[in-house]
């Protein structure tokens, strides 16, 4: 695919087969991570987790459906591996960057799963919900003073990614000449 056309591809995967994704894969996608651009260079302030393990899988799915209030929803909707991007714990909390670059991060990896046909979603509520726990952030054995921030959930899906007309005015804009 050519860059554009993945990128208009690309959308919200929520059903997949129960199949994960291969090594080479995995790889693959953790290639376009590292490749993303991160403020300043700061590498060692991110940090990736890859879950793969069931029953961690499970607590992290009830602990968002919690969050929401939804005991019976799956906000990692069955997928059998999830990306948490974790970063440094920002010292001034009104500083973003950090979470541009664990979103960019996620993205760059959902774009490199679509070129490949492995459905993917980026996931927010349930890793507010993980932040939000301290037994499943000792679980993740993180790196001391890191939160996770977002993630993606990725997985072998039906579904078959095909360019999409995108409107040119879907987001409001001016322009100051």
């Not at 999830?82 to 973003?96: D, G, R």
């Not at 070129?115 to 301290?134: D, F, N, Q, R, T």
């Amino acid at each position: 695919m050519k860059t554009l056309e993945t990128i208009c591809s690309r959308k919200s995967i929520r059903s997949y087969t129960g199949e994960g994704i291969t090594q080479d894969e995995l790889k693959q996608i953790l290639t376009a991570a590292n490749a993303s651009p991160v403020g300043m260079g700061r590498y060692d302030e991110m940090h990736l987790t890859i879950v793969t393990n069931p029953e961690l899988l499970r607590k992290i799915d009830q602990a968002g459906a919690a969050m929401f209030g939804k005991p019976d929803i799956h906000p990692l909707y069955g997928a059998p591996v999830l990306i948490l991007v974790s970063t440094k714990t920002p010292a001034n909390k009104k500083e973003n960057v950090a979470y541009s670059n664990a979103a960019i991060i996620a993205h760059n990896m959902a774009l490199e799963a679509t070129e490949l046909g492995i459905g993917v979603c980026h996931i927010w509520g349930a890793v507010a919900a993980v932040a939000a726990s301290p037994d499943i952030i000792k679980e993740l054995n993180l790196p001391e003073d890191f939160i996770p921030c977002c993630g993606i959930v990725l997985g072998q899906t039906d579904y078959k990614y095909e360019p999409r007309d995108i409107p040119a005015d879907r987001i409001e804009k001016n322009i100051i000449e």
